[in-house]
């Protein structure tokens, strides 16, 4: 077993929490802009109504976060939005963490540190989700790793297992990082991680948390393994995923820090013990690639390359006036960061040249509550005998997720679907024996009803006598 003896240097706790500090300020102060999103309703409502072990589309941990936020400051979207604020805060915290491991010294901290701050993670962090919450726990566990392999302390592999098994309950993505990790340890070495005892109890502690979600999982048939055809329909493309795992890293600096940090990883001799760790990244980029996954998959992986990039380039013999343009592309990287978030009026124009504008967070917020007032306010106007038997239904689960929440001043409180998750939450009562049905596709629901009316052209129909039994009908609607 070879340890590596180089001293860790101090860490730059001034900076770096100067810049978590700045980052998790700006995501505040824009937290409460513009409205829900409809997967932060969709999370909310799931966790608030129906929680429970598992979903079609995620396990529990994003649903219960999100109900409990709303339990204690009902309505706030500054507090929904907080768990996420912190992450991304601690994200670039944990990063600076990583560049000192390598052995940067302060410049080289708050270098890695602002890569993370200017980084796509943290204008997405606007929002809470599945995709924001578990980019910081992969970055908690390549820590661990950095760590441990400089050290070899075993312990440190037990509490990546405790990581991971809080990311199995955010999403089941965290084993390719896994498995690309081990493949690179097997290959390149350290071969004796695959041998420590700590990482098997690491692992059996991952196991043992997820069991009640794998229970939920395998009765229900295993929903959560029919997400990736749902995901390869929306692959745009290997072009378009390139482009979007790029720019996801930071406009300007990030896109630079991950290529430099990831070509450093794999030739820089001071870096040799930790060269396993760039090849499980592009491993972990290939297999998203090759499964059409989502761009937003690998952003787990950017801050080990930022920290590398930075600890390089601060102990290069590079010119002398390299820090003189550095900055000034950092300052840069971060103003293009700060006009992503919602820092705009919800009027502002979406878009100057090629950078998107935060305001574009109201096109996707703001027509929603427009939505689910058209909704409420159909189901409101009928005559008080025929809304006592009127189940509300959505074609798709944000259809139904936004009404739901947004419909109580409407006397709407329950909205079925078919969609993803929402089937699993269960018909209308048989004593529904009318609907009204929010969509595109009228025709989803013609065949079980004998009386349709348009209500709102091309959103919303109402139909009346139903011709069959609800246990009969609900096989029939589910979608994914």
């Not at 608030?48 to 396990?59: E, K, M």
């Not at 003189?324 to 124009?349: C, E, K, M």
């Not at 739901?404 to 048989?430: C, D, I, K, N, Q």
Request: proline fraction near 8%; charge should be positive; include cysteine.
């Amino acid at each position: 077993m070879t340890v590596l003896t180089r001293p860790a240097t101090a860490f730059a706790t001034g900076p770096v929490l100067a810049i978590a500090g700045l980052a998790g300020l700006a995501l505040l102060l824009t937290s409460g802009r513009y409205a829900g999103g409809f997967d932060e309703l969709y999370f909310l409502v799931a966790g608030r109504d129906h929680l429970s072990w598992g979903y079609f589309d995620q396990p529990p941990l994003i649903p219960a976060l999100a109900a409990g936020t709303d339990a204690l400051f009902p309505g706030s979207l500054v507090a929904l939005r907080l768990p996420m604020t912190l992450a991304a805060a601690a994200g670039v915290v944990v990063t600076a963490l990583i560049a000192r491991e390598f052995g940067g010294g302060r410049g080289a901290q708050a270098m890695a540190a602002a890569c993370y701050a200017t980084s796509g993670i943290v204008i997405v962090s606007h929002w809470l989700a599945t995709y924001v919450l578990d980019p910081f726990l992969w970055t908690l566990v390549t820590w661990l790793l950095v760590r441990w392999t400089r050290t070899r302390r075993d312990g440190l592999l037990a509490w990546a297992g405790v990581v991971t098994a809080v990311s199995l309950e955010t999403k089941f993505l965290i084993p390719a990082l896994w498995a690309a990790v081990l493949l690179a340890a097997l290959w390149l070495g350290p071969r004796e991680l695959l041998t420590r005892p700590k990482l098997g109890l690491g692992a059996a502690i991952a196991v043992v948390v997820t069991v009640p979600t794998l229970l939920w999982q395998a009765t229900h048939g295993w929903p959560y393994t029919r997400m990736g055809d749902v995901v390869a329909k929306e692959f745009p493309g290997y072009g378009g995923f390139a482009r979007d795992a790029l720019l996801g890293a930071g406009v300007g600096v990030g896109v630079l820090a991950l290529l430099y940090g990831i070509w450093r990883l794999l030739r820089s001799p001071e870096l040799r013990p930790y060269r396993y760790l760039g090849v499980a990244v592009l491993l972990v980029t290939a297999a998203v690639l090759l499964t059409h996954g989502r761009a937003n998959y690998v952003m787990g992986v950017y801050a080990v390359p930022f920290a590398a990039a930075a600890t390089e380039l601060t102990r290069r013999n590079l010119v002398r006036w390299w820090k003189a343009v550095a900055w000034p592309v950092f300052v840069l990287s971060a103003v293009v960061t700060l006009v992503a978030l919602p820092v705009w009026p919800a009027s502002a124009r979406p878009s100057f040249g090629p950078f998107l504008l935060g305001s574009t967070f109201a096109g996707g917020e703001l027509p929603q509550q427009e939505l689910a007032k058209a909704i409420g306010q159909a189901y409101a106007a009928l005559p008080p005998e025929a809304r006592a038997r009127t189940a509300v239904y959505a074609e798709i689960y944000p259809f139904a997720a936004v009404t739901e929440f947004y419909g109580p001043p409407y006397g709407l409180r329950r909205v079925y679907s078919g969609h993803r998750a929402y089937w699993f939450f269960g018909p209308p009562p048989e004593s529904a024996d009318a609907v009204l049905f929010a969509g595109f596709d009228p025709g989803l629901l013609r065949p079980y009803f004998a009386h349709e009316t348009p209500v709102v052209d091309g959103l919303l129909w109402h139909y009346d006598g139903r011709t069959a039994p609800w246990a009969r009908i609900w096989p029939a609607l589910r979608t994914e």
